[in-house]
Structures are given as C-alpha cells and as structure tokens.
C-alpha cells in the first residue's frame, strides 16, 4: 500500500530525470553542430512511424470522419504543439543552458492558467484560499522567470557553458556569433515563446478532443503534420543540403535515439 502510494511521486521524479538527461544530451549534440530542425524533423518522423500502425488497427472501426474543419485544427495543433514548441525550447536551450532551459518551462503552467481564463477552462475567486493561491503562484512564477532571464550569476567553475562563453555554432541555425548577453537574451525570449506556444496548445488540444476524439489517429496525423512543416524549413534553410542530416559523431546518434524514444 505504501508504495502504491508513492508511484505518482516515483513517476514524476522518472520523468524529470529523463527530461533532464534528454536536455544534457541534446545541448551537448548543439555544441557539436547538429542542426535544432534536422533532430525535431527526425523525431516526428520516428513518432508518426510507431504510432501509425497503433492508430489504425485500434481505431479503424470508430475513428470519425476526417473534414476540412478538422485537418485544419490538426495543422494548427502541429504548428503549436510540434512544431514551434520544440523550434522555439531547443533553440532557447542553444543560446541558454539545460538548467536554464528546465527551469525557463515552468512558465508552461504559468501561460496556459492566463489563456484557460477568458475561454472559461479557469476561474479565480480572490475571496477564497484557492482563488488567491492562483493568483499569487502566477505572480511568483512570472517574477522568477524574469529574474532567471534578466540576472545571470557568476560561473561556479572556471570553464564557462556554451551559452556563456564559447559561440553557438552557425550551422546549428545558420546564424552568425553573438555576443553573450545578446544570445542570452534571444534564448529567453524563444524559451518564453515555446512555453506560450504549448499554452495554446493545451487550450486548442481540448477543443480538438471534442471534434476529434480518436486519440491516437489525432495524435499520428499531428506529428505528420509536423514532420512535413519541420522538414520543409529544414530543407529550406540548408539548400536542399544532405550534410545536416548525417549523423557525424556517437553523441549526435544516442542523442536522436534518446530523444525520440
């Protein structure tokens, strides 16, 4: 019974470590060259792979109708949730750190509470404890998220992390050197634009459930979607160049394996 109890907790704490481990791995494989849409591109690609042959056999009997309407939630929904979070968190976590870039997340919860309140999904009754802890855990959250982006404390070793003192490489995004308070900057502002972009997609997320309530099917053409949106901005920054895409180095490999597993 006890330990009935504590498996949320132990989950929790599983899915932490691997996000952490996932984020090490992924900023290291950045620092030696691997461009951010290749690695997105090749996780979707890898998803829609394991979840298609899911998808159809468990729903072909009760999977809805697929309209116009619906292909068009799903493209926003791949836009959101696919495409732009992970854009937008790995190219924060290139300019920042991986502490950084775990601790920046948090602001998820933070936005998607602002959005769920004009749609109605979250209400806020300052006369009551719960009501006021809200507000007062949105303020707190924001305040922290700021300090993070805007003070950046001395290095506790001698050798400083990428997003302090060496250059992101230019053929990780194809974007010049830049200066450390610059790239600094630019990291938080994507990692704050990836955790909007996740907020809305929780809110859309719950609107397509009702439309579309083929959970796998849903999911599988999401990433389809993805795959697409992300291998056309892959192909169109680098020229239709095959070089991104070999993997080079064992890190950049166990680092796609890790990831999209």
């Known amino acids: 019974m006890i330990m009935g109890s504590w498996k949320p907790t132990l989950t929790m704490v599983g899915v932490v470590v691997v996000f952490a481990v996932m984020n090490t791995l992924t900023k290291m494989a950045f620092n030696e060259g ?33 309209t116009a309407e619906i292909l068009v939630y799903l493209f926003f929904s791949a836009v959101l949730g696919a495409s732009l979070t992970q854009w937008l968190f790995f190219l924060g976590l290139q300019y920042t750190s991986a ?18 309140l004009p749609y109605g999904l979250e209400k806020v009754d300052l006369k009551t404890g719960a009501g006021i802890a809200k507000v007062g855990g949105t303020v707190l959250g924001f305040s922290g998220a700021m300090i993070l ?19 992101v490489s230019s053929s990780s995004f194809s974007s010049p050197p830049m200066a450390v308070g610059h790239r600094w900057a630019m990291g938080s502002v994507a990692l704050l634009g ?26 599988a053409l999401m990433f389809l979607l993805s795959f697409l949106q992300m291998a056309a901005v ?19 490999i166990i680092t796609v394996l890790f990831v999209v597993s």
């Open 34 to 66: 691997m461009h951010t849409t290749v690695l997105i591109t090749l996780r979707q690609l890898i998803a829609i792979l394991f979840l298609a042959p899911i998808a159809y056999f468990r729903e072909r009997k009760t999977r809805p109708k697929l």
């Open 149 to 167: 982006a805007l003070f950046q404390g001395p290095s506790l070793t001698k050798l400083r992390s990428a997003a302090g003192s060496s250059t």
């Open 234 to 252: 892959a192909l169109a920054i680098d020229r239709v160049s095959l070089s991104p895409w070999i993997l080079t180095t064992k890190l950049q």
């Open 194 to 219: 990836g955790s909007a972009c996740w907020s809305l997609w929780f809110i859309l997320q719950s609107r397509i459930a009702k439309k579309y309530p083929a959970l796998y099917s849903g999911t």
């Open 99 to 116: 502490t950084f870039a775990c601790a920046f997340i948090n602001m998820t919860p933070i936005f998607t509470f602002l959005v769920a």
